[in-house]
């Protein structure tokens, strides 16, 4: 492995382990849970309130067909 590769592999895995901080982790999760209780109200809306929020059932339904991670 040429000395630019290692750099840069070592740069990727620094970027990686940044990424999965304890602190930052929690963030994502709590950001999927907040995104999937979302989409659960959204699903609980009639059709005037959608239309008041300019969605219709076409879209929610699309909406909560999304992975949470989405």
Same mark, same amino acid.
Not at 55 to 63: K, P
């Given at each position: 492995?040429?000395?630019?590769?290692?750099?840069?592999?070592?740069?990727?895995?620094?970027? +990686?382990?940044?990424?999965?901080? &304890?602190?930052?982790?929690?963030? @994502?999760?709590?950001? #999927?849970?907040? /995104?999937? /209780?979302?989409?659960?109200? @959204?699903?609980? @809306?009639?059709?005037?309130? @959608?239309?008041?929020?300019?969605?219709?059932?076409?879209? +929610?339904?699309?909406?909560?067909? /999304? &992975?949470? #991670?989405?």
């Amino acid at each position: 492995m040429s000395e630019l590769q290692h750099l840069t592999h070592l740069g990727r895995r620094r970027a +990686v382990l940044r990424a999965f901080r &304890p602190g930052k982790l929690f963030a @994502l999760i709590s950001r #999927w849970k907040t /995104r999937h /209780r979302q989409r659960i109200q @959204l699903s609980h @809306l009639n059709d005037a309130a @959608l239309k008041d929020i300019g969605l219709t059932r076409h879209d +929610v339904e699309r909406e909560i067909q /999304r &992975p949470f #991670w989405y």
